[in-house]
């Protein structure tokens, strides 16, 4: 199967998602709070394309029940994962205005037009091989941390909603979808989109980590520079 390939395909960029510093201080309870909101910032503009890329690729396809469920899922993000998100940013402060005058990081800006490029390329089979990563990536993650847990309740809480029935039983229902719109001729194409995805998870990581911006980088002057 598709799904069988794929995951063998990005092993390694999984395992180094699962062991990002950005999880494992989570779960330790070190991570910066500051880090998270940021991370919470960064992922409310994801979600928000997410979202809209599955209701293009439902409008796109020709196929029933591709379109039923992308345009499901766009639903189930609205009114839940995204609703979710909000009651973090409740939490955290996080106002309307500071979302606002946070831009968009490179890496988020990257992935989001590789889910639009793969939607555009490829068309509806590839917009669900790259959405793909994220819906099983966070179970895995959910799964296997949740039970271990993180001493701050907010981070805890975080875990837990990728361990819950309801986005564990829609990341199964993603799986099927893609074996379904997978084929002999496609499958190639459909890995390479999966791969590009599973690198821009855990490099969405990192972004956060780092507090990623737009910023030029100053040169240091050379040596060479120095001596003349």
């Known amino acids: 199967m598709f799904t069988d390939q794929a995951h063998a395909a990005t092993l390694a960029s ?6 990002h510093p950005f999880i494992t201080q989570l779960c ?9 909101r940021y991370y919470l910032i960064q992922d ?13 690729a439902g409008d796109q396809s020709t196929d029933p029940r591709v379109a039923k469920q992308l345009h499901a899922g766009a639903e189930h993000l609205r009114q839940g994962e995204i609703a979710v998100r909000q009651t973090f940013f409740d939490r955290l402060n996080i106002t309307a205005a ?10 988020g800006y990257a992935y989001t037009s590789h889910l639009y490029r793969a939607l555009t390329t490829v068309g509806p089979a590839g917009a669900v091989a790259g959405l793909l990563p994220c819906y099983w990536l966070y179970a895995e993650i959910g799964q296997e941390l ?6 701050v309740p907010i981070y805890q809480d975080w875990l837990d909603t990728y361990d819950a029935d309801d986005y564990t039983g829609m990341m199964t229902d993603q799986l099927a979808l893609a074996n379904h719109v997978a084929t002999s001729a496609n499958t190639t194409t459909l890995l390479d989109i999966f791969e590009k995805s599973s690198w821009y998870e855990l490099n969405f990581w990192q972004m956060a980590l780092d507090h990623e911006n737009w910023n030029i980088p100053v040169a240091e002057p050379s040596d060479f520079s120095a001596e003349n």
């Open 14 to 19: 999984w395992t180094a998602s699962k062991h």
């Open 28 to 36: 330790a309870g070190t991570l910066p709070r500051e880090t998270f």
């Open 44 to 56: 409310h503009y994801y979600l928000q394309e997410f979202g809209k890329i599955h209701d293009l």
């Open 98 to 107: 500071e979302v606002a005058a946070t831009p968009v990081a490179p890496t």
């Open 146 to 151: 949740a039970q271990a847990g993180s001493p």
